[in-house]
């Protein structure tokens, strides 16, 4: 048996899926991204009038996306430090790594409490972002 969960207070889903899904004392978040909720923008991104992206800010997206993912997991009754598993997803290793490293460690500054991270280097995410992150948590009775 497995209950979904979508959170207000994060940005929709740009398909037809929930945020997350509880089974048992396991949480499953879906991708999420670095849009804003209110407005559904992505935080730093300039684009051209043809909707490419000019410029983006990977430092804002990183935040943003750690903000959209904390507000799932609290919709979920989860925290931060219950998050087991993270995989990130770049869209620019080489530029971007060591900004999103830096960020990452003022999330989680010990690395022995720290979730296990993969981090992958991709050439395109559905929507006109930089960062996105697959996360499971493991939640308390």
């Known amino acids: 048996m497995s209950e979904t969960i979508n959170a207000h207070a994060a940005p929709k889903a740009v398909g037809n899926y929930p945020h997350a899904r509880r089974v048992g004392n396991l949480l499953f978040l879906s991708g999420i991204g670095p849009r804003d909720p209110a407005s559904n923008q ?10 490419r992206v000019r410029r983006y800010d990977i430092a804002a997206q990183t935040h943003a996306v750690f903000a959209n993912v904390r507000a799932v997991l609290l919709a979920s009754g989860a925290h931060m430090d219950d998050l087991v598993d993270v995989t ?3 869209t620019d290793m080489l530029a971007d ?3 999103y490293n830096q960020i990452w460690s ?3 500054p010990d690395a022995a409490n720290a979730p ?3 981090t992958v280097g991709i050439t395109a995410l559905p929507t006109a972002i930089a960062i996105e992150l697959k996360c499971t948590a493991v939640l308390k009775d």
């Open 42 to 51: 992505v935080p730093g991104n300039e684009q051209y009038a043809d909707g």
């Open 88 to 90: 990130v997803y770049l």
């Open 97 to 99: 790594f060591r900004i």
């Open 106 to 108: 003022e999330y989680f």
């Open 116 to 118: 296990c991270r993969t």
